[in-house]
């Protein structure tokens, strides 16, 4: 049973349409978030969400939103996606305290 | 600015050898220490974890030291195996309401048989 799953796997697209990306989370947590790993591994955080509540935007683009219907979920809709957008996306989720984070598998998103 | 900062990029070592990996911050403000250990086409996996009231944690072949004064902290990996071969992240975090992972730029490890 996966803790965190996110969907699609890998996401092939073209410059300027929008895409959507799914996460869910089975394990109860509280908080959820979205982080990029860019082509040199480095992990970034994007968002975080507090039960369903937006806590941390870290200066991402206006064409990043993220929407969370209900704690277990969190998605990552993209707009006019842009070169520089591929990347690999996480989903990760943490208990109370925040502290440990569990990701998901990751999603590889190429813009052509 | 690079609130953590990670070494060396890249390590090889040999099957049984101790691999090492060291990380430094800045804000004295950050409480939880974890590693992270990511295999190729995987989420990075909680390896183990240390808060800064203890200077040493060890987990089976895995020992986090912790340094406050110096503000640095490592990872050793003793007896490493060709299945340790991943990269490995450090990270930082502060407790409170600032849910967030400050992440090293990562060490690929390579254990060569």
């Known amino acids: 049973d996966t803790a965190v799953s996110q969907t699609p796997k890998y996401l092939v697209t073209q410059m300027g349409n929008d895409k959507s990306i799914k996460c869910e989370q089975n394990?109860?947590?509280?908080?959820m978030y979205w982080y990029k790993q860019d082509s040199k591994k480095f992990l970034k955080i994007m968002f975080s969400y507090n039960n369903k509540e937006l806590i941390i935007n870290e200066t991402v683009p206006n064409r990043f939103s993220p929407k969370s219907p209900d704690k277990a979920h969190l998605n990552l809709h993209i707009n006019s996606l842009e070169l520089g957008d591929s990347a690999v996306y996480f989903c990760?989720?943490?208990?109370?305290?925040?502290?440990?984070?569990?990701f998901g598998q990751g999603t590889r998103l190429t813009v052509v | 600015q690079q609130q953590v900062k990670q070494s060396p990029q890249s390590l090889i070592v040999q099957k049984g050898g101790i691999s090492i990996i060291n990380c430094a911050y800045e804000?004295?403000?950050?409480?939880?220490f974890p590693w992270y250990q990511q295999f190729p086409g995987k989420g990075p996996a909680l390896l183990i974890a240390i808060r800064p009231d203890v200077s040493e944690k060890k987990e089976g072949r895995f020992t986090i030291s912790f340094n406050k004064s110096a503000k640095q902290f490592s990872l050793h990996i003793m007896d490493s195996q060709p299945g340790d071969s991943a990269t490995y992240f450090c990270?930082?975090?502060?407790?409170?309401?600032?849910?967030?992972?400050?992440f090293g730029k990562g060490t690929l490890l390579t254990v060569n048989p």
């Open positions: 804000n004295t403000a950050f409480d939880y």
């Open positions: 990760a989720s943490s208990g109370r305290g925040g502290n440990e984070a569990f």
């Open positions: 394990l109860g947590h509280d908080t």
């Open positions: 990270a930082v975090s502060s407790g409170g309401s600032n849910y967030k992972l400050t």
